[in-house]
């Protein structure tokens, strides 16, 4: 199987993701069409310190997330090969719907705090109904916006191209909760020769 990152990024990368799921600020694309691929070199985790969630180095962390969708964008430029013209037209559409659907994915994950917060104060019924009514509602709206994107490919992606961005998502998606799931694994285990 192809590796999209290399090994040192993705066990950054992971490093960082453990306290959030991948979403991004938009990167504008003349910005990185024309550039080297991006820097694997990042802030490395405190030793000691607020780590995971509100950490420094978390997900929550504007840098630690340009630098990913950086990568992420970087490789999908490479991966999906685009003319120019297209991708002219492609990058700016992609950004305006991550944009949308990371806005969605923050508002899901603080009603799903609440959600947690209401159960753990035993909120009435009808408080928490509420609740999971929201989060479901979220959960169609994110569907919803994905769709829209992938619709709005037509005309300026091919049927191909919008197939190779699709699989790219999902083998993105796949390998980073591979080496997170690793990473912990590996922060279980008793250290060597002990």
Known sequence: MKTILSFTAMLVLAAAFVSAPLHAQPVELPEL???DPPPTQFPQEPQS??????GQMGMGNPQIRKQLEQIKIWQMTKEMNLPTEKAEKFFPLYNHYNQQMK??????????????????????EKEISSTIARVL??????AATHVKFIRALDGILSPIEVAKYMVFE???????????????????????GR
């Open 137 to 142: 509602k979220l959960d169609d709206d994110l």
């Open 49 to 54: 310190g607020p780590q995971g969630r509100g």
């Open 33 to 35: 069409a024309l550039q």
């Open 170 to 192: 999902q083998r993105f998606d796949r390998e980073i909760r591979e080496r997170i799931r690793m990473m912990m694994m590996e922060r279980r285990m008793p250290p060597r």
């Open 103 to 124: 806005t969605i994915t923050d508002e899901r994950r603080s009603t799903v705090r609440s959600l947690d917060s209401a159960v753990d104060n035993r909120a009435g």
